[in-house]
C-alpha cells in the first residue's frame, strides 16, 4: 500500500516564533555589521575638503548627521555642524544633494513599527495554514496548531499492498479476518439475512506476533484505505486534544467508507479508569469517551472497521470490550511448529539461499519464537553469509542464526583459562548427560563452550521433535534435574562450585515455584493456586497471594524440592563418571560437539 503523507505535527507557533527569532538576530547582528563595513566615519573637515576638490557626488543631509558618496560609489559619514556656507559649496562642487525631515507622521510610524512588520508572519501563516489543509484533505485546520487533526498514517489500496499471502503461522486469525474482507467486498448478501458487520476487532498477542500486519493484510484484500494511527498519539499534554483527534479521524474515515482504522497499542488510550482524578488521566479519559462514543455513533453498514492490536487485554476498560464496539477478540499467538516454517519459507523468499535447506529443524530449534524473530533469523543468516563472502545463505547461517537469537554472537575477545574452560566443559556436559539419562527429555542438539555475548560462557541446547502443550509432573522434574546437571558436574569433579550456574539455580527456582503455587503439583498444597499472573503476553508478572506462614512454608518446599533432584542428578553422574570425564574432554578439545556426536559416544559407551 502507499502511504499518504500526512502535515507536520509542529504546530504553525513553532514556524512564527523560528522565524521571529531568526528576523530578531539578522536584525541584531548580521545587518548592522554589513551596514557598519560599507560605511566610513570621517571628520566634517574631510567632507568640506572632499566638497571643495569636487570628490563628492550625492548628499544626504539629516538633522545631526551627513550620508555622502564620493564619485567610486564609496559610502562616508560625518557630523552635521552649523555651517551657513554650506548649501553654497555643495552646489558650487556639482553634487546633487537633499535634506531629509527624520520627524514622521504618526500614521507612518504605526504602519513602519507595527502594521508592516506583521505583514511578513501573516503571510507565513496563511501560506502554512492553506498547506496543512490541502494535506489534510481540504480540513480546517485552526490557527497555532490547536486544532484537531489527527495524525493518523493513510495508506490508499495498492495492487503491490500486503496480502494474506504474506501473513503466515495465523490461519486461524486470518479466517476470522477475512469475513470482515468478505462482507467489505460483498455486503448486500450479509444485509439480505440481516446480519450485521461487527464494528471493531481487538487483535491481541504476544510483540512480534503479527498484529499490524495481519491488519494491513485486511485492507489489501479488502482493496480499501486503510487509517493507521498508534495510541500515544492521542495522548496529548492539554486537555480535550486526544478526544478532538478521536472526532477528526472518524470523521476523515467516514468521508472515505468503505475503510479500515487500526489502532495500534490501544491500552495507551483504553486502561480501565479508576475514578481517580488527575491531569493525565483526566485526559486520557476524555481521549477514552470520545472514542467510545464514536463507534457507538457510527453507521457500521457503511464499511468503517475499527481494528486495534494490545498484548495488555486485562488492562483494557470493559466498556471498550462490550458487543456493538469491539465485538471480536481475535487471538494472534505465537506460531507453531508448522507456522514456524511456514513463516521461515515466507521470509526466506526475500534473499538468496542454497539448495538443499530444510527449515523443519530450524524451526524446531526456534520453539516458542515470534514471527518478527523468525524474520530476524533469516535476515542473520542472509548477514552471516555476506560476512563470509558467499552469495548464499545455508542451513549452517540458518542454525547459526538461531543460536544468536537465543544467547547472543560468539564473543570470540572472551579467553578462558584452562582452568575455567575446562570447568565450563564439565558443567555443560554434566547438563547434556543428565538429560540424556532422564526419560521425557528433550534430545541434545548442541554443546558449546564458546563464550556468548548475551554472557553465557556456554550453553547445552537441547530441541523437542515437536510442539508440547502439556508438561507432567515427571517431565518437569526432569527438567529441573537437568537444570542442577552442571552445578552437580562441578562439585563432583573440582570438590567446588562455582558462579557458573546462576541461571540453572534462577530458572530451577521459578520452575518449582510455579509448579507449587500455580500448576497444584505438591501433596503439601495439593489443588490450590497461591500464584497469579498479569501481563501473560509480555512474559507475566507473578505475584504471591498468601500469608506469610504460607509462603515460608512453599519456600522451604521448593528448596527441598530442587535438593531432591540435585541428589538425583549427582547419582547420575556418580554411575556415569567415565563417560561424563570423557565427554568432557572432547568437548574441551573440539569447544563444540554436536546432538549426533554427543549421543553417538554415549552409544559406544553402552549408555544408551
Known amino acids: 500500500m502507499q502511504e499518504i503523507k500526512q502535515p507536520s505535527k509542529k504546530p504553525l507557533v513553532y514556524y512564527y516564533l523560528l522565524a521571529l527569532a531568526i528576523l530578531l538576530l539578522l536584525n541584531a547582528t548580521l545587518f548592522p555589521a554589513m551596514n557598519k563595513n560599507r560605511i566610513e566615519n570621517v571628520t566634517y573637515d574631510v567632507f568640506m575638503s572632499m566638497t571643495d576638490k569636487k570628490q563628492i557626488d550625492q548628499v544626504e543631509i539629516r538633522d545631526d548627521q551627513i550620508l555622502f558618496t564620493d564619485k567610486e560609489g564609496k559610502i562616508y559619514e560625518t557630523v552635521a555642524t552649523e555651517d551657513a556656507g554650506r548649501t553654497q559649496r555643495l552646489y558650487d562642487s556639482g553634487a546633487k544633494f537633499q535634506q531629509i525631515d527624520t520627524q514622521p507622521s504618526a500614521m507612518t510610524t504605526l504602519l513602519m513599527n507595527w502594521v508592516l512588520p506583521l505583514v511578513p508572519f501573516m503571510l507565513i501563516g496563511y501560506f502554512l495554514n492553506r498547506r496543512m489543509q490541502k494535506a489534510m484533505g481540504g480540513k480546517d485546520g485552526m490557527m ?52 450485521k458487520l461487527p464494528k471493531g476487532a481487538l487483535l491481541v498477542g504476544p510483540p512480534g506476533t503479527g498484529k499490524t500486519l495481519l491488519a494491513k493484510a485486511v485492507a489489501g484484500e479488502a482493496n480499501v484505505p486503510f487509517f493507521s494511527i498508534a495510541g500515544s498519539e492521542f495522548v496529548e499534554m492539554f486537555v480535550g486534544r486526544g478526544a478532538a483527534k478521536v472526532r477528526d479521524l472518524f470523521k476523515q474515515a467516514n468521508e472515505k467508507a468503505p475503510c479500515i482504522i487500526f489502532i495500534d497499542e490501544i491500552d495507551t488510550i483504553g486502561k480501565k479508569r479508576d475514578g481517580q482524578f488527575s491531569g493525565g488521566n483526566d485526559e486520557r479519559e476524555q481521549t477514552l469517551n470520545q472514542l467510545l462514543t464514536e463507534m457507538d455513533g457510527f453507521d457500521g453498514s457503511r464499511g468503517v472497521v475499527v481494528l486495534a492490536a494490545t498484548n495488555r487485554p486485562d488492562s483494557l476498560d470493559p466498556a471498550l470490550l462490550r458487543p456493538g464496539r469491539f465485538d471480536r477478540r481475535i487471538p494472534v499467538e505465537l506460531p507453531d511448529l508448522q507456522g ?6 515466507v521470509h526466506a523468499k526475500k534473499i538468496r539461499l542454497a539448495d538443499g535447506v530444510d527449515f523443519a529443524p530450524i524451526a524446531r530449534m526456534a520453539s516458542g519464537a515470534s514471527g518478527a524473530e523468525l524474520a530476524n533469523i533469516v535476515n542473520e543468516a542472509a548477514l552471516r553469509a555476506v560476512r563470509d563472502g558467499r552469495k548464499f545463505a545455508t542451513q549452517e547461517d540458518l542454525q547459526e542464526s538461531v543460536e544468536v537469537v537465543i544467547a547472543g554472537y560468539q564473543k570470540k575477545s572472551r579467553v578462558l583459562s584452562d582452568q575455567e574452560k575446562k570447568i565450563v566443559a564439565y558443567h555443560e556436559t554434566g547438563h547434556a548427560l543428565v538429560a540424556a539419562m532422564q526419560t521425557h527429555s528433550a534430545p541434545v542438539q548442541k554443546i558449546t563452550i564458546i563464550p556468548r555475548t548475551s554472557g553465557a560462557l ?75 499472573m498479569s501481563n501473560q503476553y509480555l512474559g507475566g508478572d507473578a505475584s504471591l497471594a498468601c500469608s506469610p506462614e504460607t509462603q515460608a512454608r512453599m519456600d522451604r518446599l521448593v528448596t527441598e524440592t530442587i535438593q531432591k ?44
Not at 490461519?171 to 474482507?181: P, Q
Not at 514456524?340 to 519459507?345: Q, T
Not at 563417560?579 to 554415549?602: H, P, Q, R, V, W
Request: net charge negative; charged share 30%; hydrophobic share 35%.
Open 340 to 345: 514456524r516454517i511456514d513463516i521461515l519459507k
Open 458 to 532: 556456554g550453553y547445552t541446547l537441547q530441541v523437542d521433535n515437536g510442539d508440547h502443550f502439556l508438561m507432567s509432573k515427571e517431565e518437569l522434574l526432569n527438567k529441573v534435574c537437568t537444570y542442577t546437571g552442571g552445578r552437580a558436574a562441578e562439585e563432583l569433579v573440582f570438590g567446588s562450585i562455582t558462579t557458573g550456574a546462576s541461571n540453572d539455580i534462577e530458572q530451577a527456582t521459578k520452575l518449582v515455584r510455579s509448579m507449587i503455587a500455580r500448576f497444584g503439583m505438591s501433596r503439601e498444597f495439593g489443588f490450590a493456586a497461591f500464584e497469579t
Open 144 to 195: 497555532f496548531g490547536m486544532g484537531g487533526g489527527s495524525g493518523a498514517k493513510v495508506y490508499v489500496p495498492s495492487s503491490t499492498g500486503i496480502r494474506f499471502a504474506d501473513v503466515a503461522g495465523e490461519d486461524e486469525a486470518k479466517e476470522l479476518l477475512n469475513e470482515i474482507v468478505d462482507f467489505l467486498h460483498d455486503p448486500e448478501k450479509y444485509r439480505e439475512i440481516g446480519a
Open 565 to 608: 533432584e540435585y541428589d538425583k542428578a549427582m547419582t547420575i553422574l556418580r554411575d556415569n563418571r567415565d563417560s561424563l570425564d570423557k565427554l568432557a574432554n572432547f568437548l574441551y578439545e573440539k569447544e563444540t560437539i554436536t546432538g549426533e556426536e554427543f549421543m553417538d559416544m554415549l552409544r559406544t559407551d553402552g549408555k544408551v
